[in-house]
């Protein structure tokens, strides 16, 4: 196509969550004019509404407290969790990764993006080769919206506006949860409550997790383009522009006028995947079949930018795969659906499938614990837990008669049996099957074992579990009546199957060669985590580490991890 454009940058970028972000700012630092286009009204994506973590091995934070980690366990845990799964996690995409992770975050930090550590928090597969369990992920501080001025109402709410709009970071709420159960987690919680106490007597809006780091970059981006930053909101990427073979643009619908921008360097998508596309997920989902009615993802992750790169012939690999985060539905539940949701990582509860038999380690990486679910077909699989776990974790007005509300047990949204037989009549799975499982774990339990499937025995799966509960936080028995079940899906925060880029961010075609003018990053790509989630803020850390890379090489910027490490 050739004509008028109605508009010309140097880079292009769909999608306004992390990798946009980064990039948009790398690009303005390489002396670039990027435009970030942005289809929803507010800006973050998935990005903006998640924990907001960001994980990357041998980090600059864990460098600088003095954390023993390196670039070589680093490569190491990505061999021996992911394996060989082909050109998405490729060696090459692994370095740069690695490489230019580092010199993303310093970059940010020099910027003004504040990180702290997430002490605490394990990689999700610490007993394997190259694991570590002090925590690789850095979160942002809870940062003022007044810094953003009118920007402020464009942000993605963060993820704690859930929890009762408490000023908390990812990494507390760890300990929030269990503020009844231990000291040092009331000290923990007592801390939240002061602060956001204080931010409300200061009449301050405290962006925290996912806003946090988008609110921070959106700041560096206003103060770089002197109040007016590059991006468009309500502007859809409707189709690429190709002259010659190149990428030179895109047609944006903004406000729902079509615009012809020009990409003089390039456009990176960096516009999510396809999570809340039925057809798609139906086209694609393979052995882990799924129409979307799961799926909790950003409201925007509909697929079309992804399929715009399909139409120019871009290769494509893990289109089944995503984010896959097991979860309860109840409807108008409140606090007690939250405290059920995280059943799998507490002591007094169990998954089972259909025949009354457990599956897998609960207490696993969310992703690993959803793909069990398809494995075992028990989509969905039941939660079983008893009357202990209810009095532990279920928050009440009365803190020694804490009880499921009655209605969840009226509508049928949990089951309630006085002995595990009435249970499983309940649920309607063999009752000498599910009797035989639950006594079966109760006898290893008591010890603190689980010899079926290795659940406590990892600093991960201890990470998230009950601090007061001994002799292991993530593991106990179901012995107090009476007995309760759930609906438990395998729902989804995004997909995370797309285009093959190679290590600069750049989409390949069907014979593995560069799509000239094309970079992608986050979960419109094939991720580099394979079929796996690292750690927690894995695929936050892709789409940041890749946006950051398409928008140096774009300028044609060599980073300093492709010389040396």
Known sequence: MTGRWDESVDLLIAGSGGGGMVAGLAALDSGLQPLIVEKQALIGGSTGLS????WLPNNPLMRAEGIVDSHEDGLAYFDDVIGDIGAASSPARREMFLNAGFEMINFLCRKGVRFVRCPGWSDYYP??????????????????????????AKVQPAMAKSYGRFVIKTNELRSVQYYNRTLPAFAVALRVFLRTKAARIRRRDMLTNGASLIGQMLKVLIDLSDGDPPIWTN??????????GRVVGARIVRDGSAVNVQARHGVLLAAGGFSRNADMRRRYSGDQPNEAQWSIAN????????????RLGAKTD??????????VFIADGGDAARALGSGRQRPGAIYVDGTGRRF??????YVEVGKAMYANKAVPCWMVFDHGYVRRYVAG?????RRLPSQLIECGAVKRGDTIGELAGQIEIPADELGHTIERFNRFAAKGLDPDFGRGQSAYNDCLGDPGYRPNAAIGPLDRAPYYATKVYPADVGTCGGVITNEHAQVLDEQDRVIDGLYATGNITATVMGRTYLGAGGSIASTMVFGYVAARHAAGRRLAGEMSH
């Open 318 to 327: 893990l289109l089944d795969e995503a984010w896959w985060l097991p979860s």
């Open 299 to 310: 409201a925007g992750d509909t697929g079309e930018v992804l399929q715009t790169a399909m």
């Open 360 to 365: 897998c380690n609960e207490s696993n990486s």
């Open 235 to 244: 502007a859809a990427m409707d189709d690429l522009i190709v002259e010659d």
């Open 51 to 54: 924990g907001g973590m960001v």
């Open 127 to 152: 007993n394997h080769r190259g694991g570590n369990e002090s925590g690789r992920a850095v979160e942002g501080v809870p940062f003022d919206a007044a810094e953003l001025q009118a920007w402020s």
């Open 397 to 401: 007005a009365n803190p020694l008669k």
